[in-house]
């Protein structure tokens, strides 16, 4: 960061700014630094009032789910088929390269689950595990689009993450725009694209619940005033600090943005000066209670659901505008079915859980998730009871993978733009995705992009996907409208 002239034409480093007494350096809201006051961010200056975002900024709350490793989505979990769509027979051997036996291809209608609209095989352990979290009536709400698409195995280098690009379409938060469970620079496992990332809007860390307590921690003001106070004290401090800015030689920019930063921690500790507010743990939908979402041994015993219930928490309660949630172990070719069908139910409770909580606080919630690749069969069947008499997992597979786009709305089922569209793209019969069906089928850098057409669509917003993203590479107007795959819902 460039220096900023001190009095006698010295550099002024932040040690200094700490020796004027400019930054307290008690916590996140007591130490507005100058990155944080110059960083474009919900916690920065707003460009006509000093004010941070309203809380979800108005936009439909976005989450992430990336499955570290190459998880099987497609055939086994989410139906895929022909350019027909999703019932659009494959052969045989399509069937069994996605781990489906005979007797269990969906050809068959038993084997044909759509209870999210989106249609699921009818033993998907993803399935089975939303089930396990999300009512009947939350289910009847949800809707959802297969993206039939390629991504490299097991790898963290693709560019799948599309959290950025969301926040170029306006989501943000009234504490922070974007959070994730990893410290990356995407919030998860997988990268962001290029084209959309900005260093400024690098998601904060948010795995468990002491990390979201931290967003507001004000130091030991919390545990020895109370909140009237502690805002007392805060402008007190802003305007001692306002005095010893007077006698430094800045231009009025920046004495701006550091008043504006103390303003914004001020306004932060007076509306959460108790930072339980932000705390899953004490959310009594979350866990605590009968029926709460979660008990209190499964947040204990996996740092994936403890990962979820902070993640969910601020971004369907408006602290954080969107959020991406990484499990690990999903490179599961191990020689058996059963490692898979465990952890693919392990995904299905967070996404269920997720979908509960937005229905528990009547929000709209877009969920997308992803893998690094996926696998495939070679035709063995693993007859354990965890198996389930399915295909085993022999090795990676690109040519296997797919995404998805889950939409809920408390105030119904979200419309298809179209019948077909719950499946966008399509795959060869012998069970690999086709390339040249959709732009985004071949190339990985384009998928996010689909994603932010799709948060744009549920908008009403898709005219505004070149001004979101320039240069975006899915086409002009006839292409957009070939992936788009939901109607608006606000």
Known sequence: MKGFRHEGHRLVSRRD??????????????????????????????????GSAAAGAGRIPFLCVDLAGGASIAGSNVLVGGAGGQLDPLDPGGYEKLGLPVGMFPTDPAQVDTTLGVAFHADSAILRGIRAKASAGTLANVNGSVLCVRSDNDTSNNPHNPMFGISKAGADGELVTLIGTEGSDSGGRSQAPMSMYDPALRPTKVSRASESRALVDAGRLSELLDTQEAVAVMQTVKGISALKLGQLQEDQALEDLIACGYQQSTELVRKYGDPNVLDPDLDPLIVGQAGSIFTANELGQSSSFRGTAAVMKLVLNG????????????????????????????????????????ARLNRQLMLYLFSDGSVQSDGEIDASADGRGKLVWRGDSSATASTLMLVFDPAGRPALSRPAASQLGYFRANGSVETGAIRPAGNVDLIPEAVVLNYLALHGEVGRMSEVLPGQGLGMAADLDALVAFQPIR
């Open 319 to 358: 602290f954080a505008g969107a959020g991406t949630i990484e499990s690990g172990g999903y490179d599961y070719h191990d020689g058996s079915r059963a490692t898979g069908e465990i952890r693919d139910f392990r995904a299905g409770v967070m996404i269920g859980a997720a979908l509960e909580y937005a």
């Open 17 to 50: 700014f700490l020796g004027q007494g400019l930054v307290a350096g008690a916590g996140m809201v007591m130490a507005p630094t100058l990155l944080n006051l110059l960083a474009p961010t919900a916690a920065s200056a707003q460009a006509a009032g000093c």
